[in-house]
């Protein structure tokens, strides 16, 4: 087994792999404790040699491996590569690409929801992967060999998986699918942490300027400190605190400690008096500070038959397609599809989701299609 702990074993890997047109990756990091995550190991593997790379040895540059990572020519193959990208992208300071990721694949060739490495190796290899190493604490040295392998089977898998699968998807034309979702990877907002945009990763409860700008304003505050700190959000404040904060709005030490969501003697503490004045400096400049109130579509009354009908006629259709439904529609579009039809702002509505399934919902909502019973099978009837 490769175990690359050294600048120079790193760069000649990564010089080899560069000559091939793809490369499979994947992490092992811990986050238990920490904002951001703590890379542990990266395993890799080309179809002549895998290797894992020990991150944490000392005196490692893993600037050979952010050339790799960075290089257009070549595809990187992860599977559900969100959080891997997320570690590539700190390492990087830029977005790695391009990049393929099986899981997707996986969703666009019949193999379910969000389908897991397991089971898209036993589906496609007929191998059951040994799960014994599953909960190992990456950061400690040294790892065992069972550790290693358990490790690095998932990226030589990976290398065997990916050939097929990618020969799959252009058999029955769907790579474009495969593509445009995995377009969504270069977004490099999903893997930055800016304070004032902090806010939109919680649930707004509200729609007056002062309490959107005192949401606005807490949840900047608390992010500033986690990363600060490199500690979980939830270790400086948690979600509900956010919320209280947001409704109570206080501008004293004496307030902030009368909050039910506030850890007792959290009032004591050197930082609770900039999250005081956070707060109030966000309430006394409401008017540029607070961001747009969201907007608010009311809902017509009884939906729920045409949600449950709606979800009938997708798993319908995504079943004559063999793709999981998940990549067509989520539970939030049909409830959308449902209340608007057509004026819909949905993805189900577009391109080649709408020729799978999206006219067709239309169609029904309109009484065009009809779903009955023909024995023990439930099928979808255009309607002259």
């Given at each position: 087994m490769n175990i690359i702990r050294d600048t120079d074993g790193l760069k000649a890997y990564c010089d080899a792999a560069r000559e091939?047109?793809?490369?499979?990756?994947?992490?092992?990091?811990?986050?238990?404790?920490?904002?951001?995550?703590?890379?542990?190991?990266?395993?890799?593997?080309?179809?002549?040699?895998?290797a894992i790379i020990d991150p944490l040895a000392e005196g490692i540059d893993l600037t050979p491996l952010k050339e790799l990572l960075m290089d257009a020519s070549i595809t990187k193959v992860m599977h559900a590569a969100r959080q891997d990208m997320e570690i590539f992208y700190k390492i990087c300071d830029a977005v790695p690409?391009?990049?393929?990721?099986?899981?997707?694949?996986?969703?666009?060739?019949?193999?379910?929801?969000?389908?897991?490495?397991?089971?898209?190796?036993?589906?496609?290899?007929?191998?059951?992967?040994?799960?014994?190493?599953?909960?190992?604490?990456?950061?400690?040295?040294?790892?065992?060999?069972?550790?290693?392998?358990?490790?690095?089977?998932?990226?030589?898998?990976?290398?065997?998986?990916?050939?097929?699968?990618?020969?799959?998807?252009?058999?029955?034309?769907?790579?474009?699918?495969?593509?445009?979702?995995?377009?969504?990877?270069?977004?490099?907002?999903?893997?930055?942490?800016?304070?004032?945009?902090?806010?939109?990763?919680?649930?707004?409860?509200?729609?007056?300027?002062?309490?959107?700008?005192?949401?606005?304003?807490?949840?900047?505050?608390?992010?500033?400190?986690?990363?600060?700190?490199?500690?979980p959000r939830r270790r400086v404040l948690k979600d509900d605190?956010?919320?209280?904060?947001?409704?109570?709005?206080?501008?004293?030490?004496?307030?902030?400690a009368k909050l039910r969501g506030i850890p007792r003697g959290f009032e004591k503490s050197s930082s609770a008096q900039s999250l005081v004045d956070s707060i109030g400096a966000a309430i006394d400049n409401a008017d540029d500070y607070a961001p747009p109130a969201p907007k608010v579509r009311h809902m017509p009354p009884s939906l729920g038959p045409r949600i449950?009908?709606?979800?009938?006629?997708?798993?319908?259709?995504?079943?004559?397609?063999?793709?999981?439904?998940?990549?067509?529609?989520?539970?939030?579009?049909?409830?959308?599809?449902?209340?608007?039809?057509?004026a819909a702002e949905i993805v189900a509505l577009k391109g080649w989701r709408r020729e799978i399934f999206g006219q067709d919902a239309v169609d029904m909502l309109r009484g065009k299609i009809a779903l009955r019973l023909e024995g023990e099978h439930v099928v979808a009837e255009r309607l002259d």
């Open positions: 091939h047109d793809f490369v499979c990756i994947d992490t092992e990091f811990m986050r238990e404790t920490t904002f951001f995550s703590i890379l542990c190991l990266v395993q890799v593997a080309t179809v002549e040699e895998e690409g391009p990049i393929f990721d099986t899981q997707i694949a996986g969703m666009a060739i019949g193999l379910g929801d969000s389908a897991g490495y397991g089971a898209l190796v036993k589906a496609r290899l007929g191998i059951n992967l040994d799960k014994g190493a599953r909960f190992t604490d990456w950061s400690r040295r040294p790892l065992s060999e069972k550790q290693l392998t358990y490790a690095l089977a998932d990226v030589t898998h990976l290398r065997d998986l990916y050939p097929a699968v990618l020969e799959e998807l252009e058999e029955k034309g769907r790579l474009k699918w495969v593509m445009e979702e995995m377009a969504q990877h270069s977004d490099e907002s999903l893997y930055t942490f800016e304070p004032e945009d902090a806010y939109q990763r919680l649930k707004i409860r509200g729609t007056k300027k002062h309490y959107l700008a005192a949401l606005k304003a807490a949840a900047a505050w608390r992010e500033r400190q986690a990363i600060k700190k490199d500690v605190a956010m919320y209280d904060l947001a409704q109570q709005r206080p501008r004293t030490i004496e307030a902030l449950e009908m709606l979800k009938t006629l997708l798993r319908l259709r995504t079943e004559v397609e063999g793709i999981a439904t998940r990549l067509v529609a989520n539970a939030k579009d049909i409830e959308q599809l449902a209340a608007f039809g057509d």
